[in-house]
């Protein structure tokens, strides 16, 4: 395949060969501009969910070190924040195509009146930290037995 240039000179045209892997080449090139913006921030999925009385917090973060994950409690207001640095500036590998996003993260949430903000715990394990959030002990669901009579 040969495409021609116009040189703009005596109407001069010059012949250069386009490679068979163009389209490929401007997708990876448009796709990087298009994507560039990504690594500045992202935002992590979050499940919340009750179990046993307690609110549940699942907040996927895989590749992001525990110990660059900060909890807040400000009041009712329970902010996560982190950073998952991206490896390809550390490994010096030639990535053609990287999907995965990088940098800061920050999420925030307004917890109920009804949660013992004294007893929330934390947990990470393969890439998800689990928030266990009490709720008071007169809050919760109890049993009322009926008696006949």
Do not use: C
Request: hydrophobic share 30%; no cysteine.
């Amino acid at each position: 395949m040969r495409m021609s240039l116009s040189r703009g000179t005596e109407g001069q045209q010059a012949s250069f060969p386009v490679s068979p892997y163009r389209m490929f080449e401007d997708f990876l090139n448009d796709w990087a501009l298009r994507s560039a913006g990504r690594r500045e921030s992202w935002t992590p999925p979050v499940d919340i969910l009750e179990k046993d009385g307690d609110l549940i917090l699942r907040v996927e973060v895989p590749g992001v070190n525990e110990k660059e994950i900060e909890l807040k409690l400000d009041g009712r207001v329970l902010t996560i924040r982190g950073e998952r640095k991206p490896e390809f500036q550390e490994n010096g590998h030639n990535y053609h195509q990287i999907e995965s996003f990088y940098g800061t993260f920050s999420r925030s949430f307004t917890l109920p009146d009804t949660v013992d903000s004294k007893h929330i715990k934390a947990g990470y394990k393969n890439g998800v930290l689990t928030i266990t959030i009490p709720q008071k002990p007169e809050v919760k669901a109890r049993s009322i037995a009926v008696s006949g009579g």
